[in-house]
């Protein structure tokens, strides 16, 4: 016994010494994918003291700098100094390094910083197919056998109706293997946004899938779910549900999850969804293939035409059910944002909503979609009219305060309340919001907000990690994701953003597949487990990889020289650090300074109102 005791004393006393060691050193959270060469730069440092060096590759300090005074960032509970490094141009891998001790050594300085995690973001959905094989060639060591490949799909009694349907193809929702019209909403409108944004960036951006015709990739991937929604509508206009199982299979592959697949239930909520992205899905597609534009159009007029005899069909998991519900008891929100959709496709005015100045939940969430409605009218004034300066006011006001918190704390919008279930996605819409508040009025502030959560979610945060797998220094390994568990791959799916810190705790129990405890000092923002018990903080899900993917791919187009066709002048930047100090230098502070334009897929300098090529001749 007194020699065990020993055995296990000696190495207590050496953890005790590290922790004591360790806790004098300062901690620095940075974006773990890297910064953008003429992006502005900012980590964040926990325990600091002092100035802060940042050394190249061969040793030399090529930064030295004083960290802002520090704040409490409340969802932690830590004081944290933010250390501005944006003068630090130069592509590279460098150290941080404060006192003499090397912080950390994996910052990053690229250009095209987020070209591969947008691809990944977006080639993570065709991991999800259902119905089909995923072969190597396209899917390397994660190719699997199809799932879910029986078309046939028995219509449930909560459908109001029975016998059979064909419904095959979509994207599984999450780390389950249902397909939910309401949560694909949001996703699929989501991807068409950043599609109809940057069309000429996304017309040749690829990330190896099958092709589809001609379509670029994001079509051809968005098409497979679309192709899948449109299975869902009944011939009076109705929208199904969902497709499921009767309960959540096991931790198995798709192609093994035999039981008996069933179309349930119907709801307002799930037809005006499919009205809103078809309508959408319309305009995005109709310069490919006029003829599957017009059924997306005529399949949006009957499901709103539904929606309007059924106002008030709320969807409940019937007796015998127990996969995801996506219950919504609101259902007007769903409402405005199909009647708006509808509207600029088709300029038809009874289906004109007006926008309400007071609405105040506007960052959109699966069950909130009045803010894609004024993300709508924001960015259609020709169509639109008044209501597309009501949406602008509606997006600053807000913005504004988002901008404001993320100059404090951990530099990044997220308050305490924010951490709820999908932590992530919160950040994530908070960013597409701040775009689309970018686009609209130019100004910088909007853009380096946007930006900041990008930072947050690939490592700038208390977790000191970056939630989408395969990417960072270190990110998650054993997601919620049943495909990831059963495959025998050691690394999960890549480019999966997780759920992401809250402390809900819903996960936790005595159970054998139950968390234990991991809700670190009950804090929200390091209420998390890297492990597959943990579908509160660990799982993925279609409409959190949207936004962040919206975001990435967004911040890539807008760099390469892309700006969305309504956004105000001088909202694209230059495309590599070569043309970088043309916009730099300038920005907001001298009037008559030279700036990079882009038009008409042309680059030019603008000077006292004349242009010019890059080479400094006159354009005519
Ligand atoms: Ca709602």
Known sequence: MVTFGLKQYIPIVATVFSLASAATAATA??????????????????????????????????????????SKWNPSGQDVQLVDFSELKTPGTYSIKQGGQVLRNDLKIADKVFEDVTKASLKWYYYQRASMALEEQYAGQW?????????????????????????????????DYGRYIV???????????????????????????????????????????????????????????KVTTLAFPGDVMPAKDTEPLYVIGKGTAAAFDFAGVMAAAYRVYKPFDAAYATKCLEAAKKAYAWGEKNPSVAFNNPMGVSTGTYSDGKLDDEKVFAGMELFIS???????????????????????MYGLAVYAAATHATEV?????????????????????????????????????????????????????????????????????????????????????????????????????ADGVTEPVPGMIVGGPQPGGEDIGTKSWECKDYRTGKMPA?????????????????????????????????NAGYAPSFAVEGVAKGGTSALKPVVSKNRGTVENAPRLRFADQKVFIEKNGKRFDLKGHLIK
């Open 526 to 558: 390091t209420s998390y487990i890297d492990d597959r018990c943990s579908y509160a903080t660990n799982e993925v899900a279609i409409n959190w990889n949207a936004p962040f993917a919206y975001i990435a791919g967004a911040l890539e187009a807008l």
């Open 183 to 241: 949560n694909s909403g949001i996703t699929t409108y989501t991807l068409l946004s950043l599609y109809e944004h940057f069309p000429d960036y996304f017309k040749t951006l690829k990330w190896n899938i099958p092709a589809e015709g001609t379509l670029p990739d994001l079509l051809a991937e968005i098409k497979y779910n679309l192709d899948w929604m449109l299975t869902m509508q009944a011939e009076d206009g109705m929208v199904y549900h």
């Open 385 to 485: 009219g008044a209501d597309a300066a009501t949406a602008k006011t509606m997006l600053i006001d807000i913005a504004n305060e988002f901008v404001y918190e993320s100059l404090k704390g951990f530099g990044v919008v997220m308050s305490q309340t924010d951490f709820v279930w999908g932590s992530n996605s919160v950040a994530g819409n908070q960013g597409v919001f701040l775009l689309y508040t970018y686009y609209v009025t130019g100004e910088q502030k909007y853009y380096e907000a946007a930006k900041k959560v990008m930072d947050y979610l690939l490592g700038k945060n208390p977790l000191d990690m970056s939630f989408v797998t395969g990417f960072g220094t270190k990110s998650p390994m054993l997601p919620h994701h049943r495909p990831s568990t």
């Open 29 to 70: 959270y940075i974006n773990q994918v890297g910064y953008r060469t003429t992006d502005p730069k900012e980590f964040a440092l926990v325990d600091g003291n002092g100035d802060v060096e940042i050394v190249d590759a061969a040793g030399q300090t090529v930064l030295k700098t004083t960290p802002k005074a520090a």
């Open 346 to 368: 088709t300029g038809e005015a009874s289906y004109k909503p007006t926008l309400n100045a007071n609405e105040s939940s506007i960052v959109p969430a699966w069950p909130e």
């Open 143 to 175: 190719k699997r056998d199809a799932g879910h490949a029986n078309p046939t799909v028995k219509l449930h009694n909560s459908t109001g109706a029975s016998g059979t349907i064909n419904s095959s193809k979509g994207w599984y929702d999450a780390g």
